[in-house]
C-alpha cells in the first residue's frame, strides 16, 4: 500500500477562449438583454459546431472543458490567458471581472472580492465538468456534410481526460468531486452499450487505472484517519467512494467482471475498514458500495462476512439517519438475495429491525419496514422454522408498530386537507392526479393475456394520496397484509386487535383511517376469524362513508374496505347487506371530491365483480347514479367510471342489456365520446370508454343495434385519424406504443361489435356510406400493419369475422391469409397467437371447401412445424430456448383445423412432427379448440398411419405420445394449465364429454388399431411404461 497520495498527470492549462465561451453559456448578462440572448446563442452554436464537426475539433473541446475542471484557480493562468479570456468576450466582460478582476489588483482586493471570484471561477469549472460528460456520453449528432458516424475522441485526449477526472476526485471542492465523480460513472456505463465510440477508453476493462486509484484513494484515506477532514487525502479518499458507489449501482457485474482482480479484490476490506472512520461521509459512502456488492456477491465479500456482519451492527446505532438506514438496506438486500448468511444471527437482526421500525427518522423506519414485507414474501426455501418463529414471537410488539406507522405523518396531513380545500372548490384535474393510460390489444385462442389489475378490483394506490410515492404508510399495510397471509389469523388478531379496536373508535378522524387501512389489510389472511366481528364493522364502515363530516381521506379507506369485505357482505344469509353498501356507494358517486369519486367507482367495481349477476335488481339506480356522475366527473373519475361500467358489462351479463337499461347508459357515453372527440379524437381518456363500449356491445348483443352504426363510424374514424398522424413518420421505430393505442382501441370495439351483432355485423357494415364500402380494404391495411399491437387486434377482427361475417373478407382472403402466415413469428408471441387462432377459425369457416386454403396450405405447415417442434428461431437465427405460453397449443389447433379441411394438407410429413402434434394437444383447454384439434389429427394419421413408424425415437414412445394426449380429455382444465400430477396420485380422471360421442367413437376406434398394428409385443412395451391410473383408463374407456 502506498503512503502518499498518487495522482495522475496534471492537466495543461485551459485556453482564453473555452473560459470566454463558457461565461458566455453561464451568465449571459450585459446592457442589453436582446444582445446577451445574441450572443448566448452564438456561443451555443459554438459549442455545437465545434463538437460536431470533426472527429479532431471534437476531441479538442472535450480536452478544454477537462482542463478548465482542473484548474483549480485563476491564479494558475498565465498572463495570456488572462488576457485571451477577457478579449475573447467582445467587449463583454463582466463576467471576466467577477471571476478574475481581483487577481489584477495586485493585492488591493479583499477577501470577499476573491471569495466572490472563486465562487464564479468554480461555477464554471462546474459547467465545463457537465459540458464534458454530455458531450462525452450525448454528443450532438454529426454533420451530414462531413461525416455520419459517431465523434470519438483522440487517443491523446482520452487520455488526459482519464487523467483530469482522476485527478479531480481528489478536489477540495465537493461540487467539483461530485461532477468529475458523474462523468466517470456516467462514460463507464455509456461504454457498455457505446462498444465502439466509448468502450475502447471508457470501459472498466479498459480504464486501467480506474479501479486501482479509486483503491488507492480509499486506502490512503484508510491511513490517514486521523488527519483533518479538509485534507487532500479524505477528499481523495470521498470523492473516490462516491464514484465507486455509483459505478457499482449503474453497472456492478462489469465492473466485477472487469476490474483488474487484485485491486477488486482489495476493495471489500478496504471498504470494511471505512466502518470504522470517524468521518460519517466516509461511513456512509462505504456502506453503500458494500450493499450494492450484495447482489454479485464477490468472493471477497464472503471472505469477509463476519467482517460486514460486525460492520453493521456497530453502526447500528450510528448517529446518522442515512447510515442507520444503509444498516437497515443491507440487511434487507442479505435477507432478499442471501439469507443464509443471516441466518445464525436471525433472534437479534429481528431485534434490531422491531427498534428501527419505530424509528424517529421516517427513512429508517421505512428502509427497516421493508424488512417485515420481504421475509413475508420470501420463498419456503429461503427460510426455516427457526426464522418463522422469530418473526412470530415478535409480532405483539411489531403489529400496534405499523399500525402507527399507516397513519399519515403531519406534513403529509397538512397537504392533504389543502388539496382537499380545493377539490370543494372544483377546477379541472391537476397533473399529479393524472394517472397515465394504457391499453392492451385483445388476444384470442389459448392462454387469453386480458388481465384484470386483482381479484380484488383495482390497485390499492387508488385508494391512497401518497400517489406513486412508496411510503412508511403503504410499506406498513403492505407488510401486515404479508405477515397476516403467512401467519394467519391465530398469530396476528390477538395482538392487534386491541390496537385496533381502539384505533376504530379514536376520536382523530386521522387515526380511524389508518385502522380501516388496516383492518382492510387483514382480510385475506384473516377472513374467517374477522367475519364473526363483521356484523358489527361492517355498519361502523358504512357509517364513515356516508357520514356528512367524515373527512375525504375517511370515505376512501372506507370505500376500499368495504371492497374487500364484498365476498362477506354478498355470501351473507342477510340480502339487505348488498342493498345497503350499494346504496352507500352510489350515494357517494356525487361527491365533490375527486379521490373519494375514484374510491367509490372503485369499490362499486369490486361489488360488481363479486355479486355478479346479484346485481340485477340494482341496475337502474345505479347506471343513473354512474351517468349522473358521467356529467360531473372531471379527468381522473371519469376513467374510473368507464373501467367501472367495462366491468358490470364483463361481470352481471345479459341483464345490463335487456329492457330499457342500455337507452339509459349507451347515448350519454357516445355523447361523452363526440363531446371529448371534437376537442382532441386522440384523446387517452377515451381508451377506457372504448374499452367498456366494447364489453357492452358484447354482452348487448343485437339490443346494442340502434347505437351499432354510430359506434362503427366513430371507431373507423378514430382509426383512420391514428393512421394519418402515424403516416407522418419516415421511420416506425420512432412511432411511440401510445401512440397507437387510440387505433388498437378501436379495432377491438369493432371486434366487440362483431361479436355482439354476429352475421349481422354485415349487415352493419353495409349501412354505413361513410365506412362501409373501404372497411374491407382498411382490413388489409391494419393486418399488415408495421406496429405490432396493431396486428394483435387486427388478427383477433379477422378471426371473428371469419366466425361471424366471412362474406367481409372472402374477396381479399388471399392477402389476409398471407399476412396471418407471415406473422407466425414467435418473437411476437400475442402476434403470433392470434394469427395462429385466426387462420384457425378461417379452416373452420371453409369447412371441407379446401380451395381457398390451398395456396397457402404448405407455407402454413412449414411455419407451424417449427411451433411445434420447438426450434423457432429469432430473427438473427438463434433458437428461441423458452417456449412461449399458448403458440404451441394454438399451433396444435391451426393444425387440426387445417387437416380437418383436407387431410393431404398435413398427412405427407406428418412423422416430422407427430410427437410435437401431441405434446401440443395434451395442454389445450377449451373443448370445442380440443376437439376440432383432435379430429383434424385422427383424420391425419389415418391418411398416414404409417407416419406412427417415422415419428422419433421408437414405436413405443410414439404411442406413449398418441395416448398421453388422449389422457388430456379426462383432466380438468384447471389441471391441465396448472400441470397437476393426476397420473401418479389417487384415479381421478373425469369421464369423456357428453357432447363429443363421435370423437369418442373415433378415438377408440384409432387407440383399437393403433394397437392391432403394434402388434402385442409392442403393445406390452407401452403398457410397461404407462402409470396404473393410464392403463385402468385406457382398460375402461377405450377398452385398450
Not at 103 to 124: E, F, H, P, V, Y
Not at 243 to 268: G, M, Q, Y
Not at 700 to 716: D, H, I, K, L, S
Not at 793 to 806: H, I, N, T
Amino acid at each position: 500500500m502506498a503512503s502518499a497520495l498518487q495522482l495522475p498527470p496534471q492537466s495543461a492549462s485551459p485556453s482564453g477562449q473555452v473560459l470566454a465561451l463558457l461565461s458566455t453559456l453561464s451568465n449571459p448578462s450585459s446592457s442589453s438583454s436582446q444582445d446577451a440572448h445574441a450572443r448566448h446563442a452564438l456561443a451555443l452554436k459554438a459549442r455545437d459546431d465545434a463538437l460536431s464537426s470533426s472527429n479532431d475539433s471534437y476531441s479538442n473541446l472535450c480536452t478544454e472543458f477537462c482542463r478548465v475542471l482542473c484548474c483549480q484557480s485563476p491564479q494558475l493562468l498565465s498572463m495570456e490567458v488572462l488576457k485571451e479570456f477577457h478579449d475573447s468576450l467582445a467587449g463583454d466582460t463582466d463576467m471576466f471581472h467577477k471571476c478574475c478582476g481581483w487577481i489584477q489588483n495586485n493585492g488591493g482586493s479583499s477577501n470577499a472580492q476573491r471569495d466572490q471570484g472563486m465562487m464564479m471561477w468554480n461555477t464554471l469549472r462546474q459547467m465545463a465538468g457537465l459540458l464534458l460528460k454530455n458531450a462525452l456520453v450525448s454528443p450532438p449528432p454529426p454533420s451530414a456534410l462531413v461525416q455520419t458516424k459517431r465523434m470519438k475522441l483522440s487517443l491523446e485526449a482520452a487520455t488526459e481526460i482519464k487523467h483530469g477526472l482522476l485527478r479531480c476526485l481528489t478536489d477540495a471542492l465537493s461540487p467539483i468531486r461530485g461532477v468529475a465523480s458523474t462523468a466517470i460513472a456516467r462514460c463507464c456505463t455509456a461504454a457498455v452499450y457505446l462498444e465502439k465510440s466509448m468502450g475502447i477508453f471508457f470501459s472498466v476493462g479498459n480504464w486501467v487505472e480506474l479501479v486501482p486509484f479509486i483503491l488507492h484513494c480509499v486506502q490512503i484515506g484508510n491511513t490517514t484517519q486521523q488527519t483533518s477532514i479538509d485534507s487532500m487525502e479524505q477528499h481523495a479518499g470521498i470523492g473516490a467512494l462516491v464514484t465507486l458507489r455509483k459505478l457499482l449501482e449503474d453497472i456492478p457485474n462489469r465492473v466485477a467482471a472487469e476490474a483488474p482482480s487484485t485491486s477488486f479484490h482489495e476493495l471489500v476490506p478496504a471498504l470494511l475498514t471505512c466502518l470504522q472512520s470517524p468521518i460519517q461521509t466516509r461511513r456512509k459512502e462505504a456502506l453503500a458500495c458494500l450493499n450494492v456488492f450484495i447482489f454479485p456477491m464477490p468472493g471477497s465479500l464472503v471472505a469477509n462476512m463476519d467482517r460486514y456482519l460486525g460492520g453493521l451492527s456497530a453502526l447500528a446505532s450510528d448517529e446518522s439517519a442515512e447510515i442507520r438506514q444503509l444498516v437497515c438496506q443491507g440487511i434487507v438486500s442479505l435477507l432478499s438475495q442471501r439469507a443464509e448468511y443471516i441466518k445464525p444471527h436471525f433472534a437479534s437482526i429481528v431485534t434490531f429491525m422491531l427498534t428501527a421500525t419505530s424509528d424517529a427518522d421516517p427513512s429508517v423506519a421505512l428502509e427497516a419496514c421493508d424488512f417485515w414485507l420481504t421475509f413475508a414474501s420470501l420463498d419456503e426455501d429461503s427460510y426455516d422454522d427457526e426464522m418463522m418463529g422469530c418473526v412470530a414471537q415478535s409480532l405483539p410488539q411489531l403489529l400496534p408498530v405499523l399500525l402507527k406507522g399507516m397513519v399519515y405523518p403531519p406534513d403529509k396531513i397538512e397537504e392533504l386537507l389543502e388539496d382537499n380545500a380545493i377539490d370543494e372548490r372544483g377546477g379541472d384535474d391537476r397533473q399529479q392526479d393524472l394517472a397515465p393510460v394504457f391499453h392492451s390489444a385483445k388476444t384470442k385462442g389459448q392462454y387469453d393475456s386480458d388481465d384484470d389489475d386483482s381479484e380484488d378490483g383495482g390497485s390499492d394506490d387508488e385508494m391512497d394520496d401518497d400517489g406513486g410515492e412508496w411510503s412508511l404508510r403503504k410499506c406498513s399495510a403492505a407488510s401486515l397484509d404479508s405477515l397476516a397471509g403467512i401467519f394467519g389469523a391465530s398469530y396476528v388478531l390477538p395482538p392487534l386487535l386491541p390496537a385496533l379496536q381502539e384505533g376504530l373508535r379514536h376520536p382523530d378522524q386521522w387515526f380511524r383511517e389508518a385502522s380501516i387501512l388496516a383492518l382492510g389489510a387483514i382480510s385475506d389472511g384473516c377472513m374467517a376469524e374477522i367475519t364473526p366481528h363483521l356484523p358489527q364493522l361492517h355498519p361502523f364502515l358504512l357509517s364513515q362513508l356516508t357520514s356528512q363530516d367524515s373527512l375525504p381521506q375517511l370515505r376512501c379507506i372506507s370505500a376500499w374496505a368495504l371492497g374487500r369485505y364484498a365476498a362477506w357482505t354478498v355470501t351473507a344469509d342477510d340480502p339487505s347487506l348488498v342493498a345497503c353498501s350499494i346504496e352507500a356507494l352510489v350515494g357517494r358517486l356525487l361527491d365533490r371530491n375527486k379521490k373519494v369519486q375514484v374510491a367509490t367507482c372503485s369499490a362499486l367495481g369490486v361489488y360488481v365483480e363479486v355479486a355478479g349477476d346479484l346485481m340485477t335488481p340494482y341496475l337502474e339506480p345505479v347506471y343513473r347514479a354512474l351517468m349522473e356522475a358521467l356529467q360531473l366527473y372531471r379527468t381522473r373519475s371519469i376513467l374510473c367510471l368507464f373501467d367501472t361500467l367495462g366491468v358490470m358489462a364483463d361481470n352481471i351479463g345479459a341483464a345490463i342489456g335487456e329492457g330499457p337499461l342500455p337507452g339509459m347508459y349507451v347515448p350519454p357515453i357516445l355523447k361523452r365520446w363526440n363531446d371529448i372527440g371534437r376537442e382532441n379524437p386522440m384523446d387517452r381518456s377515451l381508451l377506457p370508454l372504448m374499452e367498456c363500449l366494447g364489453s357492452i356491445a358484447v354482452v348487448c348483443g343485437m339490443n346494442y343495434q340502434p347505437w351499432a352504426v354510430e359506434t362503427f363510424e366513430m371507431a373507423m374514424s378514430t382509426i383512420e385519424g391514428s393512421m394519418l398522424i402515424i403516416s407522418h413518420y419516415n421511420d416506425i421505430s420512432d412511432v411511440d406504443d401510445e401512440l397507437a393505442d387510440p387505433m388498437i382501441c378501436a379495432i377491438d370495439l369493432i371486434d366487440g361489435l362483431i361479436e355482439g351483432l354476429g352475421s349481422n355485423f354485415a349487415t352493419l357494415v353495409a349501412g354505413s356510406a361513410r365506412f362501409g364500402p373501404t372497411f374491407p380494404n382498411l382490413l388489409q391495411q391494419i393486418v399488415a400493419h408495421d406496429i405490432p399491437g396493431v396486428r394483435i387486434s387486427a388478427f383477433a377482427v379477422l378471426g371473428d369475422l371469419a366466425r361471424q361475417a366471412p362474406t367481409l373478407i372472402e374477396a381479399g382472403l388471399p392477402m389476409l391469409l398471407s399476412e396471418a402466415i407471415s406473422s407466425i413469428d414467435p418473437m411476437h408471441p400475442a402476434v403470433c397467437n392470434n394469427s395462429l387462432w385466426a387462420l384457425g377459425e378461417i379452416c373452420v369457416r371453409c369447412g371441407e371447401n379446401a380451395g381457398p386454403l390451398t395456396p397457402n396450405a404448405a407455407d402454413l405447415l412449414q411455419n407451424l412445424i417449427p411451433l411445434l417442434m420447438g426450434n423457432s428461431i429469432d430473427i438473427d437465427g438463434n433458437p428461441i430456448d423458452t417456449p412461449v405460453p399458448g403458440i404451441v397449443e394454438n399451433a396444435a389447433i391451426t393444425l387440426g383445423r387445417l387437416a380437418c379441411v383436407n387431410p393431404s394438407f398435413v398427412a405427407p410429413e406428418l412423422g416430422r412432427f407427430l410427437l410435437g402434434w401431441c405434446d401440443g394437444l395434451s395442454t389445450i383447454s377449451n373443448p370445442t379448440e380440443r376437439k376440432d384439434a383432435f379430429s383434424g389429427f385422427i383424420l391425419a394419421l389415418r391418411a398416414n398411419p404409417h407416419s406412427i413408424q417415422n415419428a422419433g425415437p421408437g414405436l413405443s414412445q410414439t404411442i406413449g405420445s398418441i395416448l398421453f394426449a388422449v389422457v388430456s380429455w379426462h383432466v380438468a382444465s384447471d389441471d391441465l394449465l396448472e400441470g397437476t400430477n393426476v397420473l401418479h396420485s389417487n384415479y381421478g380422471f373425469q369421464p369423456f364429454p357428453s357432447e363429443f360421442v363421435e370423437l369418442k367413437q373415433s378415438l377408440t376406434q384409432l387407440l383399437t388399431d393403433i394397437k392391432t398394428s403394434a402388434g402385442q409385443e409392442s403393445w406390452n412395451q407401452v403398457e410397461s411404461q404407462m402409470p396404473i391410473n393410464v392403463k385402468r383408463l385406457m382398460k375402461e374407456v377405450y377398452n385398450v
